[in-house]
């Protein structure tokens, strides 16, 4: 077996030991309303529910705003299965939600640009 990758249920031969859909359940719907550019922040509360390797990584990441696209990449989850666990997160009081706030235009060239090279940064 080989050495273990960053983040839970990862094996540098294998590859992710779970399936992802298993983090969540099988459940492919969040709660909450939330997109790829919607920001979540911890709210220092202690979650009321049990919470699983994912759950807790999430929330650690949730220190300062930080967008559900970018918890995704760091989890290495599809973001359907994080906007369920950011979903679980904010319904048991742990993080706050909100819905991105365009000015203007919801797709400024600066902002894409940005993303862009947000990506190129964690390749």
Request: charged share 20%; proline share 7%; glycine share 10%.
């Amino acid at each position: 077996m080989g050495a273990r990758q960053e983040g839970p249920w990862l094996d540098d031969a294998a590859g992710r030991l779970i399936r992802p859909y298993t983090v969540s359940g099988g459940r492919t719907k969040p709660t909450a309303t939330l997109d790829l550019l919607s920001m979540v922040m911890a709210t220092g509360g202690a979650p009321q529910a049990h919470l699983g390797p994912e759950h807790s990584l999430a929330l650690g990441l949730c220190g300062a705003p930080t967008s559900v696209a970018e918890i995704a990449a760091h989890l290495k989850l599809p973001a359907v299965v994080t906007k369920v666990l950011i979903s679980d997160l904010v319904d048991c009081g742990a993080l706050t939600a909100r819905a991105p706030r365009f000015h203007t235009n919801p797709t400024d060239r600066s902002l894409l640009e940005a993303v862009l090279d947000g990506l190129r940064q964690r390749l």
